[in-house]
């Protein structure tokens, strides 16, 4: 059975940094592509981010130089580092393994003062 916990968000003040968790099991993680996605209230859900098998990287325009993806096969977990945090940051941040098109149920970021 495929599971995907994320954990880490919270209220954050403008500026400010957290680090977004996502443990997978039930799958070979290692070989799977994962993504952060996020949906903000009232709006679509929108890509974050992708880390590949092999580690590359890709990042939407709108977090790029703030936000980085990684992962550690070891613990089959996969991370967003968000940096300077900005209020339309604010959203439900979820992630996503591509290989079985599974979500997770999401964890909410809020970015206010």
């Known amino acids: 059975q495929v599971q995907l916990v994320e954990s880490g968000g919270g209220l954050v003040q403008p500026g400010g940094s957290l680090r977004l968790s996502c443990a997978a099991s039930?799958?070979?993680?290692?070989?799977?592509?994962m993504g952060w996605f996020r949906q903000a209230p009232g709006k679509v859900r929108e890509w974050v981010a992708t880390?590949?098998?092999?580690?590359?990287?890709s990042s939407a325009d709108s977090v790029k130089g703030r936000f980085t993806i990684s992962r550690d096969n070891a613990k089959n977990t996969v991370y967003l580092q968000m940096n300077s945090l900005k209020p339309e940051d604010t959203a439900v941040y979820y992630c996503?393994?591509?290989?079985?098109?599974?979500w997770g149920k999401g964890t909410l970021v809020t970015v206010s003062t």
């Open positions: 880390i590949r098998s092999n580690g590359d990287t």
């Open positions: 996503k393994n591509y290989a079985v098109n599974f």
């Open positions: 039930g799958t070979l993680f290692s070989t799977s592509t």
